[in-house]
C-alpha cells in the first residue's frame, strides 16, 4: 500500500518554464489538495478537490492549475514558472473529516 | 474562510520537561482538529486528532484539549525527548469558502535539548 505518491521529488526549472507535478493515492480517498510550503508559512493550500470532476482554489491559487485526471491522480501546473514559486509542495488526501495523507513532497526551484 | 493561528514559533525545552503549543481558531462550525509533526526533510505526519464532541484526547505521552466556547485547542507533551525535535503544526476544518478543507498553522519548531 504506497498512501500518497508524488513525482517528481527534486526540480530546477528556469523562469518562464512549464512543469506537471503528478500525485496518485491508492487509499480510494474523494478528496485530493496541494499545498506549499515555505519557510515561517505553515502549509498553504492552493488548489484542492472534493470529489472527481471537481476542482476550488484555495489559498494561493494564483499562477497554478489542476487537473483531477480520476479519482486516483491529482496534477498540479505551472505554466510560466517564477521564482516566487520556489517552495516545497505536497499532495495529500483524505476522506471526509478524516486525517490528511501527505505525499513525500517535491522540491522545487525556480532560477 | 477558516483561519487558523499558531503559537509559540519557537519553543526550547530541556529533556523531560513538558512543551506545549496553542492554536485558535475562527469558523465556530469547525469540528476537526489535527495536529501534524514534521521532522526535517519529510513529509507531515498525525500525531493525534481531536473532534469538536471531546474536550481532551491522551496517547501516551501526548494530549490534546479543545475549547470550542473559546475556539482554542491545545497540544501537550510530557516528558519530551530529543526525538521530539521537530515542526509541528495544528489544523481545522475548514467551513464556508474553505468547506471540507485542513487550514494549517504556520507551524512551531520545538527543540529538545538533552
Known amino acids: 500500500n504506497a498512501g500518497v505518491t508524488q513525482t517528481p521529488k527534486f526540480q530546477v526549472l528556469k523562469t518562464g518554464q512549464s512543469m506537471t507535478l503528478q500525485c496518485a493515492q491508492d487509499m480510494n480517498h474523494n478528496s485530493m489538495y496541494w499545498y506549499r510550503q515555505d519557510p515561517g508559512m505553515g502549509l498553504r493550500l492552493i488548489y484542492y478537490s472534493a470529489s472527481e470532476g471537481t476542482t476550488d482554489k484555495g489559498e494561493v491559487p494564483n499562477g497554478y492549475n489542476v487537473s483531477r485526471l480520476n479519482k486516483r491522480e491529482f496534477s498540479l501546473r505551472l505554466e510560466s514558472a517564477a521564482p516566487s514559486q520556489t517552495s516545497v509542495y505536497f499532495c495529500?488526501?483524505?476522506?471526509?473529516?478524516?486525517?490528511?495523507?501527505f505525499g513525500q513532497g517535491t522540491r522545487l526551484t525556480v532560477v | 474562510g477558516e483561519n487558523v493561528e499558531q503559537h509559540p514559533s519557537t519553543l526550547s525545552v530541556q529533556e523531560g520537561d513538558s512543551a506545549v503549543i496553542k492554536c485558535t481558531y475562527s469558523?465556530?462550525?469547525?469540528?476537526?482538529f489535527p495536529w501534524y509533526k514534521q521532522e526535517l526533510g519529510k513529509r507531515p505526519q498525525l500525531i493525534i486528532d481531536?473532534?469538536?464532541?471531546?474536550g481532551e484526547k491522551k496517547d501516551q505521552r501526548i494530549a490534546v484539549t479543545l475549547n470550542k466556547t473559546a475556539k482554542h485547542f491545545s497540544l501537550h507533551i510530557t516528558e519530551t525527548q530529543p526525538e521530539d525535535s521537530a515542526v509541528y503544526f495544528c489544523a481545522a476544518r475548514g467551513y464556508g469558502g474553505s468547506q471540507g478543507n485542513l487550514i494549517f498553522g504556520k507551524g512551531t519548531k520545538l527543540s529538545v535539548k538533552p
Open positions: 481531536i473532534r469538536s464532541n471531546v
Open positions: 495529500a488526501s483524505r476522506i471526509e473529516n478524516t486525517e490528511a495523507f
Open positions: 469558523d465556530s462550525a469547525s469540528n476537526y
